[in-house]
């Protein structure tokens, strides 16, 4: 699982079918230093298991060291990922990076 998340709006999700088959999710967040305008940009990641919130990072930006995770997926079905946007300017941009993630079987 290797994604990079980005928003220009208040959020935006990822969603995978993954069907009770994992123990945890693990890995690194943080925003991207090709985020525009970067000064201003700041956000966080959500981790959702069946719609029940189960991870919420620190509000990140460029110059915030990144964050490790390590949430529990048993008995999962569908595993969602969110990008919120925590900066008021439209300009922004929030480009998030998952780093080193895995998703870890039973």
Partial sequence: LAEDLYTNSYSRDVEYHIDGAYVSISGIVAISDDSHNSDDAEGHIEIYGDD??????ASLTRKSAPESFDVSLRGVEFLKISVVKDTESG???VEVMLGDTVLNQY
Wanted: charged share 0%.
């Fill in 52 to 57: 029940v919130l189960l991870y919420s990072s």
């Fill in 91 to 93: 300009l922004s941009l």
